[in-house]
């Protein structure tokens, strides 16, 4: 795992040193990504500089340093990520008819050989991996970007005058002289909805992020000469996956599911560093947790986060699944006090305004897992390939009752249930559900009843689903001057039309809420902390055999993951990890009314939005004023602007000496 920086200047003749020293300064932005190393190469007459920060994990020799280039000199590269499948490839590279000669033993070089024997789109079908890179091809002077095909691994890029700016983070691009930080507004009002800055777009105007499974290349001197390309598709193997059913059992369908997913962990515990598994206790993890020690000789290092309030802590949950499967195990258990230190380095983690909550317990587990390992699996993924969310789970029933119940209805029973705060909700539900099993019960239901009370009011699924993923329902209110630019999911036209709303939904969410959302918070959480993490579950032939099966095997009887509860059974028994799902959260709601309340309010004070020109201060004052008061659970709308808050004071800052920050309308 590393970080990657670099940039390409047209029509200029700097110097090489005037291009090392910047390069330099930009990857040195990076050096949490990559502590272990750090290399710069250029090419003062093509206008070209590569930088690198390296994570050593394969091949920790000098052989294994960056920028690299082919065995013929061809391809220069600097690379972040890891190809688990590099020793397969490595041997059918050496038996060959190219019979390349290794230096090294470092998946970079048989990247690298693999470019040579086979060209960028024969080596980009034959990875398997998570990865974003540069490669310069110094006989065509041709840049190339590419980035894997979840999204695992980030790169954002940007014109700045004629000057092609390309890093890991957006920090590397600040770095360098040519860089304006114009934000957009039209971004942000983006982020209220979302509660993050989806792709392509970045808070930044003219800066983006290379979408997942895509390519970029510049081949001319014209800056808008390139656009990402895909050269894998998940729409496409969604379309193949129907027209080549799995016909057999589910039973057959688990074995096969099972011997897919115990490849990809095997790949993933390749490491030349120690490595370990973070251990929620629920399904995602205790399948890679248990796949991951019935392949391994030594007992499997395990790491979960605990907090004092019941509704979100499952770390008894994990200790039990660590004890039945023998790994060894640590914990630690949060306070209000570790979050509160937690977020003032959030707007350097994040380096864009960031709101998912779960970004706060995601770095502590980081930072407590890399006392111990330098290597992490994670079940990440597993909710978007197997159908885990809540919304997966009522999607057909709230198309059916779209589908029977008129509107007006539908509209008066969701009044009913806003009437209601979500805390009543809660305390209604737990008094009625006393009694029940465990598995039966849903946790945090209020807040989740209000959510089901907006989509009630939807005239289509389409419209259901945005309010279903939304925070704020009208940003464009809020941040002033802006409008919400398209992206797939306000774009019902654009959608993959699937046999059922519920896997259309799905998917959407794999391939938007994962890679803007899950992804981003796993990566920057991690890497904040130099810690790589993996994530078998988005090996992508596990998500062309998934799209195979029919959705009954997904999702049956309003519970979802089926096929993979299949799977995990054989390791854990049903009772450690059937539950309702709960979530990687905190408190947040009360934490805001209770440690966070002053921090919160110099952040929402009206002098200070006012003088900032973004938000309109009366809508914001009052959702804070109601959500003091107890009259509505409006914590997640709060979280979405203290997070901008947060890191607008801090880059702001940090750029204001150099006049560089500018809004955009």
């Given at each position: 795992?590393?970080?990657?920086?670099?940039?390409?200047?047209?029509?200029?003749?700097?110097?090489?040193?005037?291009?090392?020293?910047?390069?330099?300064?930009m990857s040195g932005t990076l050096r949490h990504r990559g502590p272990d190393d750090t290399g710069v190469w250029t090419?003062?007459?093509?206008?070209?500089?590569?930088?690198?920060?390296?994570?050593?994990?394969?091949?920790?020799?000098?052989?294994?340093?960056?920028?690299?280039?082919?065995?013929?000199?061809?391809?220069?590269?600097?690379?972040?990520?890891?190809?688990?499948?590099?020793?397969?490839?490595?041997?059918?590279?050496?038996?060959?008819?190219?019979?390349?000669?290794?230096?090294?033993?470092?998946?970079?070089?048989?990247?690298?050989?693999?470019?040579?024997?086979?060209?960028?789109?024969?080596?980009?079908?034959?990875?398997?991996?998570?990865?974003?890179?540069?490669?310069?091809?110094?006989?065509?002077?041709?840049?190339?970007?590419?980035?894997?095909?979840?999204?695992?691994?980030?790169?954002?890029?940007?014109?700045?005058?004629?000057?092609?700016?390309?890093?890991?983070?957006?920090?590397?691009?600040?770095?360098?002289?040519?860089?304006?930080?114009?934000?957009?507004?039209?971004?942000?009002?983006?982020?209220?909805?979302?509660?993050?800055?989806?792709?392509?777009?970045?808070?930044?105007?003219?800066?983006?992020?290379?979408?997942?499974?895509?390519?970029l290349m510049f081949t001319g001197n014209d800056p808008q000469s390139g656009s990402p390309v895909p050269y894998w598709?998940?729409?496409?193997?969604?379309?193949?996956?129907?027209?080549?059913?799995?016909?057999?059992?589910?039973?057959?369908?688990?074995?096969?599911?099972?011997?897919?997913?115990?490849?990809?962990?095997?790949?993933?515990?390749?490491?030349?560093?120690?490595?370990?598994?973070?251990?929620?206790?629920?399904?995602?993890?205790?399948?890679?947790?248990?796949?991951?020690?019935?392949?391994?000789?030594?007992?499997?290092?395990?790491?979960?986060?605990?907090?004092?309030?019941?509704?979100?802590?499952?770390?008894?949950?994990?200790?039990?699944?660590?004890?039945?499967?023998?790994?060894?195990?640590?914990?630690?258990?949060?306070?209000?006090?570790?979050?509160?230190?937690?977020?003032?380095?959030?707007?350097?983690?994040?380096?864009?305004?960031f709101a998912d909550s779960s970004q706060i317990p995601t770095f502590l587990l980081a930072r407590l897992t890399r006392?111990?390992?330098?290597?992490?699996?994670?079940?990440?993924?597993?909710?978007?390939?197997?159908?885990?969310?809540?919304?997966?789970?009522?999607?057909?029933?709230?198309?059916?009752?779209?589908?029977?119940?008129?509107?007006?209805?539908?509209?008066?029973?969701?009044?009913?249930?806003?009437?209601?705060?979500?805390?009543?909700?809660?305390?209604?539900?737990?008094?009625?559900?006393?009694?029940?099993?465990?598995?039966?019960?849903?946790?945090?239901?209020?807040?989740?009843?209000?959510?089901?009370?907006?989509?009630?009011?939807?005239?289509?699924?389409?419209?259901?689903?945005?309010?279903?993923?939304?925070?704020?329902?009208?940003?464009?209110?809020?941040?002033?001057?802006?409008?919400?630019?398209?992206?797939?999911?306000?774009?019902?036209?654009?959608?993959?039309?699937?046999?059922?709303?519920?896997?259309?939904?799905?998917?959407?969410?794999?391939?938007?809420?994962?890679?803007?959302?899950?992804?981003?918070?796993?990566?920057?959480?991690?890497?904040?902390?130099?810690?790589?993490?993996?994530?078998?579950?988005?090996?992508?032939?596990?998500?062309?055999?998934?799209?195979?099966?029919?959705?009954?095997?997904?999702?049956?009887?309003?519970?979802?993951?089926?096929?993979?509860?299949?799977?995990?059974?054989?390791?854990?028994?049903?009772?450690?990890?059937?539950?309702?799902?709960?979530?990687?959260?905190?408190?947040?709601?009360?934490?805001?009314?209770?440690?966070?309340?002053?921090?919160?309010?110099?952040?929402?004070?009206?002098?200070?939005?006012?003088?900032?020109?973004?938000?309109?201060?009366?809508?914001?004052?009052?959702?804070?004023?109601?959500?003091?008061?107890?009259?509505?659970?409006?914590?997640?709308?709060?979280?979405?602007?203290?997070?901008?808050?947060?890191?607008?004071?801090?880059?702001?800052?940090?750029?204001?000496?150099?006049?560089?920050?500018?809004?955009?309308?």
């Open positions: 795992m590393c970080g990657i920086a670099g940039f390409l200047e047209i029509d200029t003749r700097s110097s090489d040193e005037s291009l090392r020293s910047t390069a330099a300064r090419d003062a007459r093509a206008g070209i500089a590569l930088a690198h920060r390296r994570l050593s994990i394969i091949d920790l020799s000098p052989a294994g340093h960056q920028p690299m280039f082919s065995a013929s000199g061809r391809y220069v590269a600097v690379y972040n990520g890891e190809i688990y499948n590099f020793q397969e490839l490595r041997g059918q590279l050496q038996h060959s008819s190219h019979a390349i000669a290794f230096r090294g033993h470092s998946d970079t070089e048989v990247m690298l050989a693999c470019l040579e024997a086979w060209g960028l789109g024969e080596s980009l079908k034959r990875w398997n991996g998570m990865f974003a890179f540069a490669v310069w091809d110094r006989e065509s002077r041709t840049l190339h970007l590419g980035r894997d095909r979840f999204g695992e691994k980030p790169l954002y890029y940007a014109w700045m005058g004629r000057t092609f700016l390309f890093g890991s983070e957006l920090k590397a691009l600040r770095a360098h002289p040519a860089f304006r930080a114009e934000i957009d507004r039209n971004a942000l009002a983006l982020y209220l909805r979302y509660n993050c800055v989806p792709s392509p777009y970045s808070i930044y105007k003219q800066v983006f992020k290379l979408p997942p499974a895509s390519l598709s998940l729409e496409e193997s969604v379309v193949k996956g129907r027209a080549e059913r799995f016909r057999e059992t589910i039973d057959e369908a688990a074995a096969e599911l099972e011997a897919l997913l115990s490849d990809a962990v095997r790949r993933r515990m390749v490491s030349d560093v120690p490595l370990g598994v973070f251990l929620s206790g629920g399904v995602d993890s205790s399948t890679i947790a248990a796949l991951m020690q019935a392949q391994s000789s030594r007992r499997v290092k395990s790491f979960s986060i605990g907090l004092q309030e019941p509704d979100y802590n499952e770390a008894t949950h994990a200790c039990s699944v660590a004890e039945h499967l023998g790994t060894e195990h640590a914990e630690l258990y949060i306070t209000t006090r570790d979050a509160r230190d937690v977020i003032p380095l959030l707007p350097a983690i994040y380096d864009e305004p006392k111990q390992v330098t290597v992490s699996l994670s079940g990440d993924g597993g909710d978007e390939i197997f159908g885990g969310y809540n919304r997966h789970l009522w999607c057909r029933p709230l198309e059916q009752m779209m589908a029977h119940v008129p509107w007006p209805a539908r509209r008066a029973l969701a009044a009913v249930i806003h009437r209601a705060r979500p805390a009543q909700w809660q305390l209604l539900y737990r008094i009625s559900t006393a009694f029940t099993a465990e598995r039966g019960k849903q946790r945090l239901s209020g807040q989740k009843l209000h959510k089901l009370a907006d989509a009630l009011m939807s005239r289509d699924i389409e419209t259901a689903y945005r309010h279903l993923v939304s925070h704020w329902a009208e940003p464009t209110e809020i941040v002033m001057g802006s409008e919400e630019p398209p992206i797939l999911h306000g774009n019902a036209e654009s959608w993959l039309r699937m046999p059922s709303a519920t896997e259309q939904i799905i998917l959407l969410d794999s391939l938007t809420y994962l890679p803007d959302d899950i992804l981003t918070k796993l990566d920057r959480a991690t890497m904040a902390v130099s810690l790589e993490a993996r994530v078998p579950f988005l090996d992508h032939r596990i998500a062309e055999f998934v799209w195979r099966l029919p959705l009954a095997m997904r999702i049956k009887d309003r519970k979802g993951k089926r096929i993979l509860r299949h799977v995990l059974y054989r390791y854990v028994p049903a009772r450690l990890v059937d539950r309702a799902k709960t979530g990687f959260g905190i408190p947040l709601e009360s934490w805001l009314r209770g440690p966070l309340r002053e921090w919160a309010e110099e952040l929402l004070a009206e002098r200070t939005l006012r003088e900032q020109e973004f938000f309109s201060p009366r809508p914001i004052r009052r959702m804070w004023s109601e959500f003091l008061r107890g009259k509505g659970a409006f914590h997640l709308h709060l979280w979405d602007v203290l997070m901008f808050q947060a890191w607008w004071q801090q880059h702001h800052a940090e750029l204001a000496p150099a006049s560089e920050v500018a809004v955009s309308c």
